[in-house]
């Protein structure tokens, strides 16, 4: 599994972490030129500087911080997990927890086996047919999920410094001097061709009566699948799967055809993407929460979710999550106000990850040998996921701990 270690760099930009009580002391004044909400959402509220907040040193650089607090409106309250990672500490590691793009498992079982992780969390959001991301993932500098489409991300350069951008394919399948766009890689698309291969996994590729879906092993062009018998990703090589207008073109091509694909990731990140993870909404745009949000989402206006933030010009990785517990006061945040509590935490920008039921934090307290979790499931039980996000610290042979100082 991949990692991505950050590198050392200038003192300015290995600085410690800023203690939750720094950040505090220079939250901004409330802005008074904020457009105005729909009448059915609650107006964001400043949660962060009323929480008595418990901090944990997980390891060097890496801190937990919960508490929760009473809203204002008397609705109930809001329990609050703050995660800040400090991206310059060399024994830090931040890496994905997955099996395949396709299978879906909870998070506990996606971070078994893995002996120096200390947090894991959610990421973002898949489909719940076929289990795979909906949104880019890139391992290794990889795309194992992406579309022709420009879709954002948050994910880290070679140095280790997170930062965002918008990712896209920009890739072309030849097959006997004729051409084609790649609509995607590994991705839901109903339209043009998509290429799916081994990091899929074992789960069925979605197929529709309209399309048409063939090997490509050596580089050769193999038969065309039977719809009836489901398709699968051949153990080498690829699956091509055509949509529509080019399904004819494909099933006509005679097998043994050569094929060739050149392919490119396009992107509008500052640096080349190590690890890219796929993000929702932006709810905070340079260090400023952002309102007139959507306020509702599977029919509860304040859900469970997660965010993710960048802070220190990339130096420290944020997530924050926010806990819903159905049928009891303990509710979650609409967007405006999630885009409020990541202001209040002093990143400079912030995005949605998936929610609800998917909101997840584990964690190794100290003192303790094992994750935990840190999180009550929306749903009751851990929803499964893809793809986890871990941070692993693995220990300089002096030290006596994980959690040491």
Known sequence: MTTVTPRRRSAAGASVITSLIAILAALPTARA???????????????????????????????????????KGGRGRVKMHVLRVDLTRRQVSVRPLMRSVAARAPLTALT?????????????????????????????????????????????????????????LSATLTIDATSHKIAGINTIDSHGIVIFDASWGATPIPTAPSSVARSVVGRRLG????QSAG???????????AHRRTAAWLAQQPPGTPVRVSSKVVSSAAEPFVQAYGVGTAIVVNGTGRTGLACSSAG???????????????STLVIGEVEDHPGTKLHGLDEDQMGKFMEQLGVDEAYDLDGSGSTELLARMPGTSKLTMRTYPADGKERPMPVGLGISYRAPRHSTGHNAI
């Not at 949660?47 to 890496?62: E, I």
């Not at 992780?117 to 719940?128: C, K, P, Q, R």
Request: hydrophobic share 35%; with cysteine; proline share 10%.
């Open 33 to 71: 030129a904020d457009p105005p909400m729909d009448h059915s959402c609650p107006r964001a509220e400043s949660l962060v500087p009323s929480t008595h907040w418990n901090k944990h040193t997980l390891a060097p650089g890496v801190r937990l911080y919960e508490g929760s607090t009473s809203d």
């Open 223 to 226: 038969n065309v699948a039977p």
């Open 112 to 168: 078994r086996g893995h002996k120096h992780l200390i947090v894991a969390v959610n990421t973002g959001y898949y489909d719940f047919v076929t289990g795979a991301p909906t949104q880019p993932l890139i391992i290794e500098g990889r795309p194992l999920v992406i579309s022709a489409r420009p879709q954002r991300v948050v994910g880290f350069d070679t140095d280790g410094k997170a930062q965002s951008g918008s990712v896209q």
């Open 300 to 314: 509860t206006k304040q859900p469970a979710r997660t965010a993710i933030g960048i802070a220190d010009h990339g």
């Open 231 to 241: 398709v699968a990703t051949p153990a080498e090589g690829y699956e091509l799967v």
